[in-house]
């Protein structure tokens, strides 16, 4: 799924001598009572493709302010590329941004926008000709430069609003929902060309997003916020497979939880006694836990199988069930079953028209099970 | 829609028109009258606009309005646009609808009322400071304490629809926030301006009340003279007056009307 690293082959954060571009040292952004970010520690690399992933409300938009410099952290420092950025007004800042709502001056022509930013530092007009012209062309925009803002569609908006926050050659890009208004066939290709874009230049991005899709499609660290904190950070893989908390596991994706008393714990497994699945559970590695421990796993709806009909019971990670609601999304179909303990289990099958499989349909009985390697150990 | 309107529709559509302009359709007709009196047509002249050329007191007291309404329209727009910013920009501070009320209170206030406490702050401070004497700037302070209000609401309304991000991505980009004024809020906001510039040239020029609360001895406006002028009975000079005011206006809304539109095209 991924469709780029963001441009890193070797993983600068798994480096512990690596110098981070940004350090977000415990930040914490009050309005009023209400605290919109809340002791955040981050640290971010060059050339890193990073997301700030969370619910509206998260605070993730709020840090993203404190990065360009429109808000003032109530506690805590920044420091981008080594320097302290408490002082520095937002217009001295090595940063551009790319507005959610675009945010381009309505009375002067795409080219005018983008040539703005390079006015202000006093280039030269031939400098700024050439420079305007080549980001145009990199945003395939370049024949639209005579339009104003209010005679172009939403997706060409877009682009020229990233050109503006790029034509600077800024050390850091910071990009607000940048996607947020496209529609998704649009949104999906954009998201491949910001990428591109991305390693093609070289600098570092962090994008907000609430979609979570976006965020696993394009960065190469995902930051799970909630309520103003740092929930989980990590590659999307990391974050989806193995999740540590359970609004993480809510967040990305969707997650089936079992709840459930830890009664064996060896060096290779620990088994789960669960009642909410009507069994025992069995998860690969072990050690994290003590016996008698409350815990909760979680299972991928993907990762799910549904057994054929008349197979015996394999004792662990398996239940039976049945089928109350089939939600068909056209490349899989996802299928709620009620188990014996009134719990719901969701997972999904390819819709593979011409298989064996025999087809499932409501108010089936039907057996499933996992494979004891994808199943997390979350800790209540 | 079969591109016919209703016969109803159309003669509300005349009758609304009718009650609109005929008053001012016989005032320019009858400026254009030979006769002494004003309601009976007498023939084809010019004459009354002849006399009026040689009328110095309606001369003057028009020059006297057009200086006043001039210096009172810039006056009101540059206090009407910053107490705009201050009510849009800079957030809920303390006393800021106490500051709202004040500065649209002119707004709601009986002419009298503002004519007369002016005309006692002003007899007071002659007493006390010794000035200002009144006469021209008397009434353009009087009529600026109105026509700011005016302009308050007009840049305000634009001011608030204006994406606060235009500002922090032209601060984003290196413009220091006066150029972000000088080179984006400004160019978005003038029509508003220049809107508030004509309402408040306006406002001053028609004011009778409060001109006559606080002007002096030597200055007399244009309302104040037709008004004294008329009575003693109408003179068909006072016709031939506002027919070229009603051209001159015309013509300056029907150039505002083009600028604007074109700014937008």
């Known amino acids: 799924m991924a469709v780029g690293s963001g441009g890193l082959q070797d993983k600068p954060w798994t480096d512990p001598k690596a110098q981070p571009f940004i350090r977000i040292e415990g930040v914490s952004k009050h309005f009023g009572d209400v605290a919109a970010v809340n002791g955040v520690d981050l640290n971010i690399y060059r050339g890193e493709f990073f997301a700030l992933l969370g619910a509206s409300g998260c605070g993730k938009t709020t840090l993203l302010r404190m990065l360009a410099g429109f808000e003032t952290p109530s506690a805590g420092k920044i420091f981008i590329d080594g320097v302290d950025m408490a002082d520095i007004p937002p217009y001295r800042r090595p940063v551009n941004m790319m507005f959610q709502s675009y945010a381009l001056f309505p009375h002067m022509t795409v080219g005018q926008n983008v040539a703005f930013g390079l006015q202000q530092d006093g280039v030269g007009k031939a400098e700024i000709a050439e420079r305007v012209a080549e980001m145009l062309d990199l945003v395939q925009i370049r024949a639209l430069a005579k339009r104003k803002p209010d005679q172009l569609s939403g997706g060409q908006r877009q682009r020229v609003a990233l050109a503006r926050a790029l034509v600077k050659r800024p050390k850091l890009v910071l990009l607000d929902e940048p996607l947020g208004a496209l529609d998704r066939k649009l949104r999906e290709q954009t998201q491949f060309e910001l990428v591109n874009i991305q390693e093609k230049l070289g600098m570092t991005f962090v994008i907000v997003t609430h979609d979570q899709e976006e965020a696993m499609t394009m960065a190469s660290r995902v930051c799970v916020m909630n309520a103003g904190m740092v929930e989980q950070v990590g590659a999307p893989a990391e974050v989806y497979e193995y999740p540590n908390s359970r609004f993480v596991a809510d967040f990305i994706g969707t997650a089936n939880l079992f709840d459930g008393v830890v009664t064996e714990v060896s ?31 979680m299972v991928r709806p993907e990762k799910i199988q549904v057994m054929p009909d008349g197979s015996p019971d394999p004792g662990f990670n398996s239940a039976e069930g ?3 609601e089939i939600a068909y999304l056209g490349d899989v179909s996802v299928y709620h079953v009620e188990l014996m303990s009134g719990k719901r289990v969701q997972f999904t099958r390819a819709n593979l028209l011409h298989t064996a499989d025999a087809p499932l349909t409501w108010d089936d ?3 499933f099970q996992w494979h004891p390697a994808n199943g997390i150990l979350l800790v209540i | 829609m079969n591109g016919r309107l209703p016969w109803f529709a159309i003669s509300m559509l005349v009758l609304g028109y009718l009650f609109l302009y005929s008053p001012i359709l016989s005032l320019i ?5 030979e006769s002494r009196l004003v309601t009976v047509w007498g023939g084809f002249s010019t004459k009354w606009y002849g006399a009026l050329m040689q009328n110095d007191a309606l001369l003057s007291g028009a020059w006297l309005s057009v200086q006043i309404a001039f210096l009172t329209a810039c006056v009101a727009v540059v206090l009407g646009t910053l107490a705009a910013f201050a009510l849009i920009r800079f957030g809920n501070f303390r006393g800021r609808t106490l500051f709202a009320g004040m500065v649209t209170a002119p707004l709601v206030m009986p002419e009298v009322i503002t004519g007369l406490s002016l005309l006692l702050l002003f007899v007071a ?14 009434i ?26 235009l500002e922090e991505a032209a601060m ?18 003038w029509p508003a301006m220049l809107a508030g510039w004509l309402l408040a040239f306006t406002l001053s020029f028609d004011d009778l009340v409060i001109a006559t609360f606080t002007s002096g001895p030597g200055a007399k406006t244009l309302p104040m003279e037709v008004f004294s002028s008329v009575r003693m009975g109408v003179s068909p000079q006072i016709n031939a007056l506002a027919t070229i005011f009603i051209v001159v206006v015309t013509t300056m809304v029907v150039i505002a009307n083009q600028v604007a539109f074109r700014r937008r095209a």
């Open chain 1, 267 to 297: 060096s290779d497994q620990t088994r789960v006694a669960s009642p909410d699945l009507g069994g025992d559970i069995v998860i690969g590695g072990g050690g994290a836990v003590a016996k008698g421990a409350t815990v909760r796993v």
């Open chain 2, 140 to 165: 353009v302070i009087a009529h600026a304490t109105f026509a700011t209000a005016y302009v308050t609401v007009v840049v305000q309304s634009r001011l608030g629809q204006l994406d606060m991000s």
């Open chain 2, 29 to 33: 007709f009858y400026s254009f009258n």
């Open chain 1, 365 to 367: 009985r039907v057996r």
């Open chain 2, 172 to 189: 984003d980009l290196g413009a220091r926030p006066f150029k972000v004024v000088r080179v984006i809020i400004l160019p978005l906001i």
């Open chain 2, 125 to 138: 401070m002659e007493a006390v400071l010794g000035g200002p004497g009144r006469g021209m700037m008397t």
């Open chain 1, 322 to 324: 049945i089928v109350r």
